[in-house]
């Protein structure tokens, strides 16, 4: 048993999909498996009833969640006092929008510790905007950003090359039960945000009561947990959501996908090169394309 088998663990506990929770570990279902076993014969109880449908913790599992998170915050609260977090002290700073905090760029740093060891990064979170500015400016080392073919690149980040880490897609969702053909309120993305850009120019038609708009991404899904409306979000950031059935997707036939990409500062550190040069190959092995 090792520590990434804790958090195998409390990615199944959050997921309650062993498919989703494997992608989200970068390992396949069938490793995945086999090092939910490993820890399940480590403790010798069963955590996770395989034969449930859908998916679900046995009591023990249950159990083990609020220790397993207590076991690996005390791991990284004792691990913080050496690791270099703030840029000052050696960590690459790095600027993204909230919603890659979720899956994207969490997938993106397990890969990158088995090629690159003792990286650290100083993340800040920020718009669109703001990240072109920092990355343009050499304020910050690396940058993520949404990339969609419709909605046009700030020119501080048109001049730059990037490596594209990830892909996802708005997706509109609502509460389970909820009437296709009812005109509910629908929570979107500020226009002044980049995800709310790609949503205005491949919008579809909904029955919609009235428009709400919020800052981050995160904002939106609280409402539609809350069973205040439909919303539109990135499919990172409601995976779990759906798998557990606490919102359904709405297909629409929307052209909806987008690329996460990573941009390198002009001025950037050795190490953030690095970084970027790697993130080329990420995607390499799964024939990328535009979004």
């Known amino acids: 048993m090792n520590i990434d088998h804790l958090r195998d663990f409390l990615c199944v506990a ?39 449908r859908p998916l679900c913790l046995t009591a023990a599992g249950e159990e083990f969640v609020p220790k397993a998170r207590q076991i690996l915050a005390d791991i990284d609260s004792f691990r913080g006092q050496t690791v270099p977090w703030s840029q000052r002290e050696g960590g690459l700073s790095i600027v993204m929008p909230h919603n ?27 718009n669109y905007d703001t990240a072109a500015r920092l990355v343009a400016g050499s304020k910050v080392d690396l940058a993520l950003v949404t990339r969609h073919p419709r909605v046009p690149l700030d020119e501080n980040h048109s001049v730059f090359r990037y490596a594209d880490i990830g892909r996802d897609r708005l997706v509109v969702v609502e509460t389970p039960g909820a009437s296709t053909h009812e005109e509910l309120p ?12 790609i949503w205005q120019s491949c919008r579809c038609d909904l029955p919609v009561s009235r428009t709400v708009l919020h ?12 069973g205040r409306g439909r919303g539109v979000l990135p499919e990172s950031l409601v995976e779990a959501d759906s798998a557990a059935g606490r919102l359904v997707i709405r297909e629409t036939g929307a052209k909806l996908d987008y690329a996460i990409s990573l941009y390198c500062a002009p001025q950037a550190s050795r190490r953030a090169k690095q970084v970027w ?15």
């Open 215 to 226: 800052g981050m991404a995160a904002d939106v899904r609280a409402h539609c947990l809350a």
């Open 14 to 52: 959050e997921t309650l999909n062993l498919t989703l929770a494997a992608n989200r570990r970068n390992t396949t279902q069938s490793n995945f498996s086999k090092r939910l076993r490993k820890l399940e014969d480590f403790l010798g109880r069963a955590l996770i009833d395989r034969g449930s």
């Open 186 to 197: 629908l929570h979107l993305s500020h226009p002044l945000t980049y995800i709310g850009q």
């Open 277 to 291: 040069t790697l993130a080329a190959e990420y995607l390499a092995n799964e024939s990328p394309k535009e979004p």
């Open 100 to 126: 890659a905090t979720v899956a994207v760029f969490p997938q993106f740093k397990e890969w990158l510790s088995h090629r690159m060891a003792d990286v650290h990064f100083a993340p800040l979170i920020a």
